[in-house]
């Protein structure tokens, strides 16, 4: 059973709005949780993270929140361009192995200009 | 700075075949890794590694061995394949220091298996 979950396999949305893309967790032990953005043919990229003694970290366009008691998190981006078009797929770090992470199945965004 | 590269970029076998998937860093990383990808399914771990000589498995390990001779290669071998691994193979490595890290990819493997 999948531990990260991503419920949306895809999102719409107009360019110069916002994006919210949403993932769930099962382990109340994940301590770290990091963003992945990746386009097609190429590897994912890091975009952000986020450790378990935050509930909110910011990086230009892009905010990710972390709601712990409902072991979810989401990332936000602010406004919305047609480069943010790609996969983005969460993931979670093993608590008891920091090299080991989970990811989601990932969400596809697509930014219509 | 290469970062992560990875040989092939695509590959077809046929059932039965073997092969060995390259994946080659030169960030000095300690840890990598091999994940699979399939539609619906996100990016799962197939074998890691925290440093030369030191190997583990991952969530689906089965069908795949590695070996970590070296810091810089991770190569993913195939003994007998098979339909099911018909996939997109990424590596990736990382720092692997305590802390906070996050995980370099290599831009990926398509493998079809008839």
């Known amino acids: 059973d999948q531990q990260v979950k991503q419920n949306s396999p895809s999102l719409s949305v107009q360019e110069g709005r916002i994006s919210i893309l949403n993932c769930d967790y099962t382990?109340?032990?994940?301590?770290?949780f990091l963003w992945y953005k990746k386009y097609p043919a190429e590897g994912p990229t890091f975009l952000i993270s986020?450790?378990?003694?935050?509930d909110k970290n910011e990086d230009g366009r892009f905010t990710v929140f972390l709601n712990k008691s409902a072991k979810h998190l989401s990332l936000h981006i602010v406004p919305s361009q047609p480069g943010d078009s790609a996969v983005y797929f969460c993931?979670?770090?093993?608590?008891?192995?920091?090299?080991?992470?989970?990811f989601g199945s990932g969400t596809k965004l697509n930014v219509k200009p | 700075n290469a970062g992560v590269t990875q040989t092939p970029k695509f590959q077809v076998l046929k059932t039965g075949q073997s092969m060995t998937l390259q994946c080659a860093q030169d960030m000095n990383h300690e840890y990598m890794s091999w994940y699979r990808q399939d539609p619906g399914m996100g990016l799962r771990l197939i074998h890691y590694?925290?440093?030369?000589?030191?190997?583990d498995q991952g969530e689906v390990p089965n069908g795949y061995n590695v070996s970590r001779s070296t810091t810089e290669d991770f190569p993913l071998r195939l003994l007998s394949a098979a339909p099911s691994q018909t996939s997109v193979y990424f590596c990736?490595?990382?720092?692997?220091?305590?802390?906070?890290?996050?995980?370099?990819f290599g831009p990926g493997t398509r493998l079809t298996v008839l």
């Open positions: 990736a490595s990382s720092p692997g220091l305590a802390g906070y890290n996050e995980q370099f």
């Open positions: 590694s925290v440093g030369a000589g030191i190997t």
């Open positions: 382990n109340s032990m994940f301590d770290y």
């Open positions: 993931a979670a770090r093993d608590p008891y192995n920091f090299n080991k992470f989970y």
């Open positions: 986020i450790s378990s003694i935050k």
